[in-house]
């Protein structure tokens, strides 16, 4: 046909449209009716208020509103025999139920906010009878929310559509046929005969289309059906394929909204997996499950039974998808024991796989920490993310800081919202970087972000792309039967060794500072009150606490989630979570000093004049200065003890000490302030070394301007010349051991004030920081310049430590500019060096010789974005801002002989965050002696990170490791009566006994590896 001229690309999709517009008919209005409040009600109270009736067209609320809908009207007797569903969209998310109050379907706005390369992600049709009789009542309710996918208003706010309509299957059925057809063709080579004949049948419908819909749809899809059938042949890579929804947990809604999104969420996937016997939906975060459990039995109850079909996987180890920069060590370790343990509780499985799509870079900790709880896979994206290097991999094997690995698979096609179209199966093949040893790949499909999941479009697609001529075939399964056929070929899978480190979203080390500093005041809480409660217990009867720690530690991890912890949320989420840490901190607060006071009313303190217990919780013994009964005290305390001390009858000795506006002096160091307060020498006289370079000032406290949101700031950052914070008072005391210099700064309608404190015998040199924030846009820094010369900076991550380069050679260095750090970094030559510890930062960055904190991000977005163009009065708290609020932390700086390890910057740094603690007592007699250590060890560098009890009964855990990078042969001392005592995983499952001598077990250790002791304690 040497004429012939088919249609352009643009026609088919002109005639794709026209066919789904014919596909659903409506037929009869429904009359709505709705209740609405500003918090969600239950099914029993939908009817909460005044109702309003409501015509399409009409608005009904403000963001985040809530309402019941009630929708009533009546078949048609012209729809008799007829497929008939209604037609909703209110502009607003709805949940469907049914007459026992149970969640029987999720409806989603058509305008709903989200990327469309991916589809649409509305769902609009509710299905009511495949053959109705005609003359039927409807009569639904349904639970709205006034927002969207993405927790905004989009499209018109109105109500758009209320109906009942008919679907034409044979129309439906052939849209879907023309859908994939046409999205296939743009995958193929024009030159090639398949896109010829794709391109002419789809050319010889749109002339069918001419004669008539839906008349004319069973003729078109005869002219398609031998082009679908076409099946392809031996393959050379297959796509596993698995439904999804990713949750967020809180983002750009608050959770209260999420719980809601669940339900809608977790009826839809019910609902399509009884009408597609292929699907299998997957779905992480025990929490998310939790809530089903709580508020929605019922729905929970069919889950299990498709969990238990197969038909419903319950994915990832850990309790919520968690972020893993900023995350404790332990916090993590719990991720995956309340995770694991609750999927096998609640459904019987095993997951040995992690499931973190989302997170913003994977801590080097973590092989170690899955490959110790059982977890022999992990699974994301997000790498894809990266702004300047492409991730040379998707299949490999990661290797974490102790050298334990994982398989990793980051999804190919770089995206866990797959629309499970031609285009996804051919941008797996072409983009799979690892296709020449693997022939296995994962694809992950459905609408995700704010839930919503796959909706039959996604299911249609997949139904006809199973073994496609031309097309890798896709076969619906779970991620972990996926896993278990890709590991097969891990033999010849490359390595990365290190980080994961994602080259985006630096902000988020920073950003909602006090979110960050609760988690970690709350991770180091609970490891004082269990550790503690497993003393009193034994010593002085209390209880074990464990139904409070489980609570509490959930809702620590729950805050754990990938947009929580890193500051990407909007402000509610925060002021949310804030109210919850302070009344977690409270009650872990009072718990701990409740059975300090057991204790501590045990101990013989006759004849004492004013006694107090001071209790260390530190797995080394420590020397500290402390303030009892309005006295200096210099309490020498032993390991994981307690010593008792008397401030009545003496005060010890203190080294000179000098403290003027201009110098801070003790026995260590002599730190000699500049005028405008930045400090201009800090002179070791150990060491006899200045650590400041010549001419170079420390601690300037400079403020750039951060036009960034809430992930991320500008790269270009550093060119700008900052502005300072301005000194505008200095107060010099001595305070007993303390020579303290109070520094008062102000910017703006900022103001910042500084407690410098150099205790008597310490080199350590604190800053307790309070400040005001008012300014927006901006990031406030401090900078350390130091006289080392070094090639790598290390940085204290969970469980240990790693290396990175100061310098910017080449694109991977570039891109760490800003990295995390949890306690300390260090900047060290052989000799000699300088650690910045702190007690709440995470984003730090240490280029050539400048050691740099990041201190406050006041970013615009997401936060409190509607009030961004708000007016407030000079001074006030600008709410459309993050970070505007009081702040409170401490960082110190540290200089040292050698390196981090041999300086002793772990001890320094463990002891800034877990101070003594100080029980005041009454003289009195008592059966336990005034000192005691509980637990000791005779090696430097193990660290014990939690004591706790067992989850599953009186054993007491204690899990150590190693954190100087060196091998390790450590005597544990227990004084305690041990029964036996044998290695368990981080599961708590006993993995290996143990040879215990007079109390005593002997570890060896490699470098920075974690063990778990599972001990029974005797009588
Ligand atoms: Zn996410």
Sequence with gaps: MPNYRPYTKRQLEMALRLIGKVAYVEVAPLSIEAWSTREPVSYADRCTGAPRSLEIGDTWGDLFDCAWFHFTGEIPAAAAGQHVVLL???????????????????????????????????????????????????????????????????????????????????????????????????????????????????????????????????????????????????????????????MDLAWLWPIRETKRKGARTFSTAVELAERYPDYIFGASQPQYFQWMKDAHPELYAKMKALVAAGRMEPQGAMWVEADTNVSGGEALVRQVLHGKRFFKEEFDVDIDYLWLPDVFGYSAALPQILAKAGVTVFSTQKLSWSLINTFPHQSFKWQGIDGSQVLTHMLPEETYNSPAAPRSVRKIEQNYKDSGISHHSLMVFGIGDGGGGPGVEHLERLARIKNLAGLSPVKQESAADFFKKWRVEADRFPTWVGELYLERHEGTLTTEAGNKRYNRKMELALRGLEWRAVVADRLAGTSYPQDRLTDIWREVLLYQFHDILPGSSIKRVYDESLERYAAMYDEVDTLSTERDAAIAALVDTEGMVSPAVVQNDLSWARTEWLLVDDAWVLAEVPSMGYVTVDAGPHSPEVAELTATATCLENDCLTVTFAADGGIASIYDKQLEREMIPEGEVANRLVVFVDLGDAWDFPMDYAEQTPRRMALVSSEARVDGPLAVLTQTYRIGHSELTQEIVLASGSKRLDFATKARWRETATMLRTQFPVAVHAEEATYEIQFGHIKRPTHRNTTWDLARDEVAAHKWVDLSQRDFGAALINDSKYGHKIKDNVIDLNLLRSAFYPGANRERDKVYPAGEPHLGYTDQCDHEFTYAFYPHEGDAVEGGVIEEAYALNVPLTVTPVTPHAGSAPRSVSWVSLDTPNVVIEAVKQAEDGNDVIVRLYEAGGTSADALLTLNFPVDSIFEADLMENVIGDLAVADGAVRLPFTPFEIKTLRIKLGA
């Design 88 to 246: 909703i969209n209110v502009n607003g998310e709805l949940c469907v139920f049914d007459d026992d109050g149970v969640p029987v379907r999720g409806l989603t706005p058509v305008a709903s906010q989200y990327d469309f390369s991916l589809g649409a992600p509305g769902k609009r049709v509710l299905e009511v009878s495949d053959a109705a009789k005609g003359g039927e009542p409807i009569d639904i309710w349904a639970d709205a929310g006034y927002n969207d996918l993405f927790g905004n208003v989009s499209g018109s706010g109105a109500i758009e559509q209320a109906a009942v309509a008919i679907c034409n299957d044979e129309v439906r059925a052939l849209y879907y046929d023309f859908e994939v057809l046409l999205d296939f063709l743009n995958t193929l080579p024009e030159a090639g005969p398949r896109y010829q004949q794709v391109l002419a049948g789809l050319t010889s419908v749109t002339h069918a289309l001419y004669e008539g819909l839906p008349n004319v749809a069973s003729r078109a899809r005869a002219i398609l059906k031998p082009l679908l059938a076409q099946r392809g042949g031996d393959p050379s890579l297959e796509i596993s394929a698995v439904g999804h929804a990713h």
